[in-house]
C-alpha cells in the first residue's frame, strides 16, 4: 500500500479537489483508493463533509472519517468546545495501516501544524506531521495561487524538513483564468522556496464539476508523479 499526505498553506485552497483529483487518475489507473480524513470539522452530524465532495467529484472510492466536530475550527479545538474526545496521531496511523487498499490519501484539516490535540502533561500537542512521520509518508502541499503563499510553502517546507519527513512537492489547488504578476510568477518561484517540485497546477472552479470533467481537469493539470500529464513548462 502506498500513502500519501496532503495538506495545504492554509485553509480553503483547494485541498479537497486535489485529494479528488489524485484520487480519480489512480481509480482509472486500476487502483483501489482510500481517502482518509481525521479530523472534519464545521460540519453537523449527517451533513456532507469534504470526502462526500471527494466521491461526487472523483467517483466511488472508498473513504474514512475518524472523528467530526461541529465547529469550524482546528481539531484540537472543537474537540474541546465540544466536550469530546479528541483524536491522536496514534489512532489515525493505525486506521491507516489496517486498510486494505492499494493507495490512501490522507487528507489534513488546514496546514501542517494544526493541532489534532493538546497534548498531555508528558506529551506536546500532535499534528499531522506526527501522522507523516509515523507513516513515513511523503507530503503534497497544496498551496493558493496568490501573494503571500511564498512564505506559507516555505514555512512549511522547512517544518517538514526539520522533521525529516519527506516533501513530494506542491500543487496550486486554484489557478485563476487570469493570473496577475504575483499569481504568474509564485509558478515558478515555489519550486525555489519549497525545494521540491511543482506537481501541478489545477483550475479554479473545479468543486462543482462532474467526474468526467475532474478526471479531465486532473489528467491536465497534475504530473506523472501524481498520475497526470501535466509538465512545469506548460505553467510558463
Known amino acids: ?13 483547494g485541498k479537497t479537489v486535489v485529494v479528488a483529483a489524485i ?8 487502483e483501489r483508493v482510500t481517502v482518509v480524513k481525521p479530523a472534519q470539522t464545521g460540519v453537523a452530524p449527517g451533513e456532507d ?8 467529484l472523483a467517483g466511488p472510492v472508498d473513504t474514512l ?13 472543537a474537540a474541546r468546545r465540544a466536550g469530546a474526545t479528541p483524536l491522536t496521531a496514534a489512532e489515525v496511523v493505525a486506521a491507516v495501516r489496517a486498510l486494505d487498499t492499494d493507495l490512501a490519501i490522507v487528507e489534513g484539516a488546514g496546514g501542517l501544524l494544526v493541532r489534532l490535540n493538546d497534548g498531555t502533561d508528558t ?17 503534497v502541499v497544496v498551496a493558493s495561487a496568490g501573494l503571500g503563499v511564498l512564505n506559507t510553502a516555505a514555512l512549511t517546507a522547512e517544518a517538514l524538513a526539520r522533521r525529516g519527513i519527506p516533501l513530494a512537492g506542491t500543487v496550486v489547488g486554484a489557478y485563476p483564468a487570469q493570473p496577475d504578476l504575483a499569481e504568474r510568477t ?7 522556496v519549497t525545494g521540491a517540485p511543482l506537481l501541478g497546477v489545477l483550475p479554479g472552479g473545479l468543486g462543482t464539476a462532474s467526474p468526467a470533467a475532474l478526471l479531465d481537469a486532473a489528467r491536465c ?16
Open 65 to 77: 472519517e475518524l472523528a467530526r466536530f461541529p465547529d469550524p475550527l482546528a481539531p484540537a479545538t
Open 186 to 192: 509564485n509558478l515558478d518561484d515555489l519550486p525555489v
Open 1 to 13: 500500500m502506498r500513502t500519501l499526505i496532503v495538506t495545504g498553506t492554509g485553509t480553503d485552497v
Open 23 to 30: 484520487a480519480a487518475l489512480a481509480r482509472a489507473a486500476g
Open 123 to 139: 506529551h506536546p500537542p500532535q499534528t499531522l506531521a506526527d501522522v507523516a512521520a509515523a507513516l513515513d509518508a511523503p507530503v
Open 49 to 56: 463533509g469534504d470526502l462526500a465532495a471527494v466521491v461526487r
Open 221 to 236: 493539470g497534475l504530473g506523472p508523479v501524481l498520475g497526470g500529464r501535466w509538465s512545469p513548462d506548460r505553467a510558463s
